[in-house]
């Protein structure tokens, strides 16, 4: 019979332990991954079938306009649903610090569209931008301004988008950057107020340093899923709308490519793009942290 | 420098009372300790000090200055925090020079003083050090500098060496002793450590339940406690409470219970006659009991015979905790001695420093 000393038998379990994990990273992450990689490089010739062709599928990419505004698109939505979303999550979730009335049901309410299924969402929204019956243009016109063609104007459209994707965000932020705030002892608060800082000195001094490690993994997190983002242009904007060319995403440059056009290895180097682009947004903020994030330990 | 002036202060929360009726006054350059147990309502006190609290009734005034309504830093005090409260972002040169940066103090000023500071409490080295990277010595230094560099009127001190280990404690004691002896500023100091209390008050107030016991010298609170629950808390190890009754029989006064028979004073004997009540609370701190075999003591001085339950060592002295009747004591001998488990040890009492307190308020009814 098989003896394991004790050592091994540790490291036996500890194995086990991680082995159905590992096995899940593997399954669906790592293979899709490498085999997304592996079609970038081929053709496909139809009934699952591909041949390999080579960069040509790159050097296609580097002369497709949609590639490039679908880029833009990206990181215009990006930008400004981060600084805009990660802003305002911050302001609410220093505001819910606060010992004021009703705490409970506002974080409740901020907290509401992270747990809303996102096609009823997009759905409200929906009638909230439509330009004859929509919540905004009534509004609008009440007061004498003309209508808006929110999701058909090429120049709106990304920016309603926008709007709803930093409305679905600030919720979860929030919450994360709330947990954050409730860390900071009252202590430093405390001997900064008897230091002479005000509010505004004490917020810059104080939150934000104590509050960075927090602020990053929120910021980062925030990138990586405005890059990602295609659930609200595909509910939100139909595959005919004017302003598509203009809202449309990598991802969702993906998903028309490879199902909808049926080019899976296009498709596929469209990925791999947005993935090389993750990873080096991601790398320069690892190691721009060093500049402004303060870890206690 | 600044009196500290507290009249009738009272601090509730909705009906819940931590500070009743705080009437003191804290003479300026004076070491002023606040001591008592958990809950007593000693840091409430401080920290309406500070100008951290609202202060429910009552007038705090510091110098002249009415100070209730006046925040926290326009009352010219500093404050070491228990946890320190060091910012974690930054030096320690930060940290010192914080408070005089909100203040516009210019930046050569600032770098003098800090500079002074830091040779004072031996930080220099290290100034450009995160707080993470210090002792919980260096830490606590880091924190009592940054109150320095301010030169402020007042210094509050919260608990600050209550996260810090036996030996290292005692080091700092030394340390505040020397910081308070060289700025010549008023401190109020809060404690729920009497050692820390007795060694660094010019005074100490003892607080219980948020009423002050009693505010006197370190030695006078230990030799005159005003009643029980400062005879008690003052003083390590506790003062023994034993029930007895006051006997005069054939002109003599004596205190009589269980398992003990103790002599009196002249001038206790006085007093106890003319104390109404026969029924008293005897007090003798641990080392007021002494061993009649070493002491060679006549036979009628010894009040009592103590069973020897466990020995505790501690090199000058050995702590006997007995049995006495049924009542459990400690009493402090010389280290020299050996004790065993069971030994039946022949008890005197130092009849000069004996205590008695009421049954009924527990005051002490010697004084």
Same mark, same amino acid.
């Given at each position: 019979m098989l003896k394991l000393t004790r050592r091994r038998q540790d490291y036996a379990w500890g194995y086990l332990m991680v082995a159905p994990t590992v096995i899940g990273v593997l399954i669906l992450n790592i293979y899709p991954l490498l085999k997304s990689c592996y079609l970038s490089f081929t053709q496909s &010739?139809?009934?699952?079938?591909?041949?390999?062709?080579?960069? $040509?599928?790159? @050097?296609?990419?580097?002369?497709?306009?949609? @590639?490039? +505004?679908?880029?833009?698109?990206?990181?215009?939505?990006? $930008?400004?649903?981060?600084?805009?979303?990660? *802003?305002? #999550?911050? !302001?609410?979730? @220093?505001?819910?610090?606060?010992?004021?009335?009703?705490?409970?049901?506002?974080?409740?309410?901020? *907290?509401?569209?992270? !747990?809303?299924?996102?096609?009823?969402? $997009?759905? @409200?929204?929906?009638?909230?931008y439509n330009a004859d019956a929509g919540l905004f243009n009534s509004l609008l016109q009440s007061v004498g301004l003309p209508a808006v063609h929110w999701l058909t104007d090429p120049h709106t459209a990304l920016f309603a988008i926008i709007i709803v994707g930093i409305w679905s965000m600030v919720g979860y932020n929030m919450v994360l950057l709330l947990a954050g705030l +409730?860390?900071?002892?009252? #202590?430093?608060y405390e001997a900064a107020e008897i230091d002479g800082a005000g509010p505004v000195r004490q917020f810059f001094s104080i939150t934000l340093p104590m509050i960075s490690p927090t602020l990053f993994f929120v910021v980062v997190t925030s990138i990586i899923g405005g890059?990602?983002? *295609?659930?609200?242009?595909?509910?939100?904007?139909?595959?005919?709308? &004017? $302003?598509?060319?203009?809202? +449309? #995403?990598?991802?969702?440059? *993906?998903?028309?490519?490879?199902?909808?056009?049926g080019d899976r290895s296009y498709g596929a180097a469209i990925v791999m793009l947005l993935l090389v682009i993750t990873l080096v947004i991601t790398a320069v903020q690892m190691k721009l942290q060093k500049k402004w994030v303060h870890y206690n330990d | 420098m600044a009196e500290v002036r507290l009249e009738h202060i009272r601090k509730a929360y909705g009906d819940n009372v931590i500070v009743k009726d705080f009437d003191l006054t804290i003479r300026d350059k004076e070491f002023m300790v606040f001591v008592g147990p958990s809950g007593c309502g000693k840091s409430t006190t401080l920290r309406m000090i500070a100008g951290l609290e609202d202060i429910t009734s009552?007038?705090?005034?510091?110098?002249?200055?009415?100070?209730? =309504?006046?925040? /926290?830093?326009?009352? =010219?005090?500093? %404050?070491?925090?228990?946890n320190y409260a060091l910012y974690p972002h930054m030096t320690?040169?930060?940290?010192?020079?914080?408070?005089?940066?909100?203040?516009?103090? /210019?930046? =050569?000023?600032?770098?003098?003083?800090?500079?002074?500071?830091?040779?004072?409490?031996?930080?220099t080295e290290l100034l450009d050090r995160k707080p993470k990277a210090l002792s919980g010595g260096q830490r606590q230094r880091v924190a009592m500098g940054r109150a320095v560099v301010r030169e402020p009127s007042v210094f509050l001190m919260d608990e600050p060496l209550s996260n810090l280990?036996?030996?290292?404690?005692?080091?700092?004691?030394t340390e505040i002793s020397r910081l308070h002896q060289r700025l010549q500023t008023t401190m109020i100091y809060v404690t729920h450590d009497q050692t820390e209390a007795m060694t660094l008050g010019d005074r100490i107030v003892v607080l219980n339940d948020g009423v002050?016991?009693?505010?006197?010298?370190?030695?006078?609170?230990?030799?005159?406690?005003?009643?029980?629950?400062?005879?008690?808390?003052?003083?390590?190890?506790?003062?023994?409470?034993?029930?007895?009754?006051?006997?005069?029989?054939?002109?003599?006064?004596?205190?009589?219970?269980?398992?003990?028979?103790?002599?009196?004073?002249?001038?206790?004997?006085?007093?106890?006659?003319?104390?109404?009540?026969?029924?008293?609370?005897?007090?003798v701190?641990?080392?007021?009991?002494?061993?009649?075999?070493?002491?060679?003591?006549?036979?009628?001085?010894?009040?009592?015979?103590?069973?020897?339950?466990?020995?505790?060592?501690?090199?000058?002295?050995?702590?006997?905790?007995?049995?006495?009747?049924?009542?459990?004591?400690?009493?402090? %001998?010389?280290?020299?001695?050996?004790?065993?488990?069971?030994?039946?040890?022949?008890?005197?009492?130092?009849?000069?420093?004996?205590?008695?307190?009421s049954t009924h308020d527990e005051r002490n009814l010697m004084l």
């Open positions: &010739t139809g009934f699952g079938h591909a041949h390999f062709i080579g960069l $040509a599928n790159y @050097v296609r990419m580097m002369h497709d306009p949609d @590639v490039w +505004q679908a880029l833009v698109n990206t990181l215009i939505y990006t $930008a400004v649903s981060v600084v805009i979303g990660v *802003f305002l #999550s911050l !302001v609410v979730a @220093v505001l819910l610090n606060q010992h004021i009335r009703g705490r409970g049901i506002y974080r409740t309410i901020y *907290f509401l569209p992270v !747990v809303s299924a996102p096609a009823a969402v $997009a759905m @409200v929204w929906r009638w909230l +409730q860390e900071i002892p009252r #202590s430093y890059l990602q983002v *295609f659930d609200f242009i595909f509910m939100m904007i139909e595959p005919m709308n &004017t $302003a598509m060319e203009y809202t +449309q #995403s990598l991802v969702y440059l *993906f998903y028309k490519q490879s199902f909808m056009m | 009552g007038k705090l005034y510091i110098g002249d200055k009415l100070m209730n =309504d006046v925040s /926290p830093k326009d009352r =010219d005090i500093a %404050m070491v925090f228990q320690v040169y930060e940290n010192m020079a914080f408070g005089l940066k909100m203040r516009h103090v /210019p930046k =050569d000023v600032i770098k003098r003083k800090v500079q002074e500071a830091a040779a004072s409490l031996q930080l280990d036996a030996k290292l404690r005692g080091t700092m004691r002050i016991q009693q505010v006197d010298t370190p030695m006078n609170l230990y030799r005159h406690p005003c009643n029980k629950f400062v005879a008690g808390f003052i003083g390590s190890p506790s003062m023994n409470f034993l029930p007895a009754r006051i006997v005069g029989e054939e002109g003599e006064v004596y205190l009589e219970g269980d398992g003990f028979h103790a002599n009196v004073s002249y001038d206790m004997a006085q007093k106890l006659v003319d104390v109404g009540a026969r029924e008293v609370l005897l007090g701190r641990p080392d007021d009991i002494h061993d009649a075999g070493v002491l060679l003591a006549d036979k009628k001085e010894i009040a009592g015979q103590g069973n020897v339950e466990i020995v505790e060592q501690l090199g000058a002295t050995t702590l006997l905790h007995m049995r006495l009747g049924t009542q459990q004591i400690v009493a402090s %001998m010389p280290g020299g001695q050996e004790y065993a488990v069971g030994q039946q040890v022949p008890l005197v009492f130092n009849i000069d420093n004996l205590h008695v307190f």
